[in-house]
T-cell receptor, first 115, second 116 residues
């Protein structure tokens, strides 16, 4: 298991601004996944990030809109850029740990509302 | 790509009754399968997982699921529902993609309502 924290837990932002979401894990992470959960819907994978390499984005998501950083093995950030109301969602980081290759853990999520 | 289908977006059961949440997967090879639970305004918590060992998997909070290859199913059950089980449940499957890592794909979720 792992302790995963996300900051901020929630935020209300204005259209056109950007928000950076932080994810901190207390164990070494092999891969970091970032998901979006829009209201009333399931989870959609945004991108996968290996430490030391460029993130891989899923169809419909681009780096300019959702830049990701992984400066070390326990920390990652996702930025939601130039926000619009359609970006209102819960954003979750999901680390895969070195010792639990087949299991994926989830952070508590960041609830974003864009006005 | 592998996928999962959850039958029934909403399920209602009486307290004390059997809980059955259905999940079917599509895969050419036995996948890894998971059930996650999401309580209101909280993150996802792993209930149980199947990783090609025993086909009957026991999880937390009295839940269990059985992997049936012939039916490509991984239904979640609990003999007796408790009010605290009211939540949304997600079935998920891992997908082996290029690069050697496994991407997890989620079903659309089933909201469980427990009626007193």
């Amino acid at each position: 298991s792992a302790v995963i924290s996300q900051k901020p837990s929630r935020d209300i932002c204005q259209r056109g601004t950007s928000l950076t979401i932080q994810c901190q894990v207390d164990s070494q992470v092999t891969m970091m996944f970032w998901y979006r959960q829009q209201p009333g819907q399931s989870l959609t994978l945004i991108a996968t990030a290996n430490q030391g390499s460029e993130a891989t984005y899923e169809s419909g998501f681009v780096i300019d809109k959702f830049p990701i950083s992984r400066p070390n093995l326990t920390f990652s950030t996702l930025t939601v850029s130039n926000m619009s109301p359609e970006d209102s969602s819960i954003y979750l980081c999901s680390p895969r740990l070195a010792e639990t290759y087949n299991e994926q853990f989830f952070g508590p999520g960041t609830r974003l509302t864009v006005l | 790509a592998q996928s999962v289908t959850q039958l029934g977006s909403h399920v209602s059961v009486s307290e004390g009754a059997l809980v059955l949440l259905r999940c079917n997967y599509s895969s050419s090879v036995p996948p890894y399968l998971f059930w996650y639970v999401q309580y209101p305004n909280q993150g996802l918590q792993l209930l149980l997982k199947y990783t090609s060992a025993a086909t009957l998997v026991k999880g937390i909070n009295g839940f269990e699921a059985e992997f049936k290859k012939s039916e490509t199913s991984f239904h979640l059950t609990k003999p007796s529902a408790h009010m605290s089980d009211a939540a949304e449940y997600f079935c998920a499957v891992s997908d082996r993609v290029s690069g050697g890592y496994q991407k997890v794909t989620f079903g659309t979720g089933t909201k469980l309502q427990v009626i007193p």
